[in-house]
């Protein structure tokens, strides 16, 4: 059968990972959650800093000392950073007010995209993130971009740390995700932008599985 790359761009806490996950488990494709790639490249500049903030100057020089792979399949996915599972500790309220500094910078983009890249050289895989159908794979067959209010992002994010056993109060989750809409959408090197040749859908009202079926459906159109 016909192997696609399927590309799932949109805002933070739209569900992109979870709609990805069930694509890629559904199709027996590869899924690939480059936010954790970006999360993990953090969690390594917080721990090279011992005052508790990042050094973007030496982040970007010891890039070659971070090995990022993942283990496991798409509904399990761990990922590992340097041979260490950090996929409980990439989620920290922490991560979120750094990573998207640390995805700013040129020299970590290039580093990861690159790996992505090579991730995807076969087909057959499922990729979420927010540069993935205009800079990592511009020639994807399939491409969505996700979006909802910051308020639906924030109400669902906050649900999810609550049962992970996070403190974040509704408001500063709300604070987080219009923070790093603002920061991802404005950087410099490829910032947040739906391509042009996107299916975009707006989840606000929408049910997972509706989405679901949505995404699907569309996959199903290119495959045949
Ligand atoms: O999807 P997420 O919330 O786990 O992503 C974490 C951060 O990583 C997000 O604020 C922006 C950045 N990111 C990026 O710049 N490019 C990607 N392809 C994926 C994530």
Request: aromatic residues 8%.
């Amino acid at each position: 059968m016909n192997k696609l790359i399927i590309a799932i761009d949109g805002f933070a806490a739209t569900g992109k990972s979870t709609q990805a996950k069930r694509l890629a488990k559904a199709l027996d494709y590869t899924y690939v959650d480059t936010g954790a790639m970006y999360r993990a490249v953090t969690f390594f500049a917080l721990e090279q800093e011992p005052k508790g903030s990042v050094d973007l100057k030496l982040l970007c020089r010891s890039l070659d000392q971070i090995k990022i792979h993942f283990e496991g399949s798409a509904g399990k996915q761990q990922t590992f950073l340097n041979g260490v599972n950090v996929s409980q500790a990439i989620r920290d309220p922490k991560i979120n007010e750094y990573v998207s500094k640390v995805a700013a910078q040129e020299a970590v983009r290039s580093f990861l995209s690159k790996q992505q890249k090579a991730l995807g050289a076969d087909k057959g895989i499922v990729m979420d993130g927010r540069d993935i159908g205009t800079v990592v794979f511009p020639l994807a067959e399939c491409k969505f971009f996700l979006t909802a209010t910051p308020e639906v992002r924030a109400k669902r994010r906050h649900q999810e740390q609550l049962q992970a056993g996070l403190q974040e109060s509704y408001d500063e989750v709300l604070s987080s995700v219009k923070d790093r809409d603002n920061q991802d959408t404005n950087r410099a090197f490829a910032p947040l932008i739906k391509a042009e040749d996107a299916v975009e859908i707006d989840v606000s009202d929408l049910t997972i599985n509706e989405v679901f079926e949505l995404l699907y459906a569309q996959v199903q159109k290119r495959i045949n």
